[in-house]
């Protein structure tokens, strides 16, 4: 049973690009939610995506969207990108909206330069 | 505002000892409480959980106790082990992702 997979593993964009982070959950999973990690810090919640809506939103600008598919897929796209941007992007997925459990990806490291 | 503060920042233990990574939380609220632990270049990975109905809940090695009037929570690692030498978070929701904690660098030497 594979886990919750991301890609790509690693990213390079420069300041003003646009970027598109791709998660596939957990198989059983119908919830995802993605995370910013900075260096040394824990994940910060960015958006939460159920029945193909965004369900739960952090405080992240306008600039984050993203978007579930009927597969329960999803994307992360973040637009006119800032150095403060690079970070590790997590996913996570669990078996409903209100199910407490989440099961992180392994992350996709961007880098902005 | 919902914070998790968590301490300490980085702890050392020797091959055998225990480990102890403590947690504290402001939101009352909050019902569900895991640790996870992540190693270089990975995602979290869930280690224990516990609900504020138990005050300690065992997993082999690890061992989370719950205090809740104090809203604490601290994370037990019996018998450490290199293998376990690794970043923990612990982290906190309430019908709300999850709130996590900035982690904490444990290293075990033999």
């Known amino acids: 049973d594979a886990g919750v997979t991301q890609s790509p593993t690693h990213l390079i964009k420069t300041r003003g690009q646009q970027v598109t982070l791709r998660c596939s959950p957990k198989s059983g999973h119908d919830t995802v939610s993605w995370y910013q990690q900075a260096l040394g810090q824990g994940p910060q919640f960015i958006f939460q995506y159920y029945e193909e809506e965004e369900r739960q939103r952090g405080n992240f600008p306008d600039r984050f969207s993203g978007h579930q598919f009927p597969n329960y897929s999803s994307e992360l796209n973040v637009n006119a990108l800032l150095l403060g941007d690079s970070a590790l992007y997590l996913c996570a997925s669990s078996p409903g909206l209100m199910e407490d459990t989440q099961y992180f990806g392994p992350g996709t490291r961007l880098t902005v330069l | 505002q919902q914070q998790v503060k968590q301490s300490p920042q980085s702890l050392i233990v020797q091959k055998g000892g225990i480990s102890i990574i403590n947690c504290a939380y402001e939101?009352?609220?909050?019902?569900?409480f895991p640790w996870y632990q992540q190693f270089p270049g990975k995602g979290p990975a869930l280690l224990i959980a516990?609900?504020?109905?138990?005050s300690e809940k065992k997993e082999g090695r690890f061992t989370i106790s719950f205090n809740k009037s104090a809203k604490q929570f601290s994370l037990h690692i019996m018998d450490s082990q290199p293998g376990d030498s690794a970043t923990y978070f612990c982290?906190?929701?309430?019908?709300?992702?999850?709130?996590f904690g900035k982690g904490t660098r444990l290293s075990v030497i033999a």
């Open positions: 939101n009352t609220a909050f019902d569900y």
């Open positions: 516990i609900r504020p109905d138990v």
């Open positions: 982290a906190s929701r309430f019908s709300t992702p999850l709130v």
